[in-house]
């Protein structure tokens, strides 16, 4: 693997599966920083235009810098708003402000939020929360099991599910 698929493999894992709320995966991304040449950056500018990220590398650079101290180069200047800079900045210092006090859905509402910030588009943006819904909805392995009905009936797992997380809810608090 290059230096600059590693880079870009780590960008792409950070800002969908962890949303930059991880002090050590941003340092894995300022150590591959300074490995990469000029045209490498050129190349990864590119790749990441074509999946929408550029909200992401602009997040990432921001917290590098702010964080640890490294400057890496800007591809294209992004219109991050201070708050959302912040917000990010606040999440990552203080992560036990929202994970040990929030909900399961608290925490689905937070990291759909961050996830969403880091989109280009707002089209993007709207197909992941519509894909997020979707799993919310859909009945899992629990819910079956949960309350096992014959497959004539499985219409009903759309309302088991909801039931069964609050449920759950209150049973954790």
């Given at each position: 693997?290059?230096?600059?698929?590693h880079?870009?493999?780590?960008?792409?894992?950070?800002?969908?599966?962890?949303?930059f709320?991880f002090?050590?995966?941003?340092i894995?991304?300022?150590?591959?920083?300074?490995?990469?040449?000029?045209?490498?950056?050129?190349?990864?500018?590119?790749?990441?235009?074509?999946?929408?990220?550029?909200?992401?590398y602009e997040?990432?650079?921001?917290?590098?810098?702010?964080?640890?101290?490294?400057?890496?180069p800007?591809?294209?200047?992004?219109n991050?708003?201070?708050?959302?800079k912040?917000?990010?900045?606040q999440?990552?210092?203080?992560?036990?402000?929202?994970?040990?006090?929030?909900?399961?859905?608290?925490?689905?509402?937070h990291?759909?939020?961050m996830?969403?910030?880091?989109?280009?588009?707002?089209?993007?943006?709207l197909?992941l929360?519509?894909?997020h819904?979707?799993?919310?909805?859909?009945?899992?392995?629990?819910?079956?099991?949960?309350?096992p009905l014959?497959?004539?009936?499985?219409?009903v797992?759309?309302?088991?599910?909801?039931?069964r997380m609050?449920?759950?809810?209150?049973?954790?608090?």
């Open positions: 693997m290059t230096d600059d698929s880079f870009l493999a780590m960008l792409f894992h950070h800002a969908g599966k962890d949303v709320s002090l050590r995966n941003l894995d991304l300022a150590q591959a920083a300074p490995k990469l040449k000029e045209n490498q950056w050129a190349k990864i500018q590119t790749n990441i235009e074509k999946v929408g990220l550029l909200h992401a997040m990432a650079s921001y917290l590098i810098e702010q964080l640890i101290g490294l400057q890496i800007k591809l294209t200047e992004v991050s708003s201070t708050k959302t912040t917000y990010f900045l999440t990552l210092l203080s992560p036990d402000k929202w994970q040990n006090k929030m909900s399961q859905i608290g925490r689905i509402y990291f759909m939020k996830r969403i910030l880091l989109v280009d588009s707002k089209s993007r943006s197909n929360v519509f894909r819904v979707n799993m919310l909805i859909k009945p899992s392995i629990k819910d079956y099991l949960f309350l014959p497959k004539r009936f499985h219409f797992y759309l309302v088991i599910k909801p039931v609050i449920k759950e809810q209150f049973s954790n608090s």
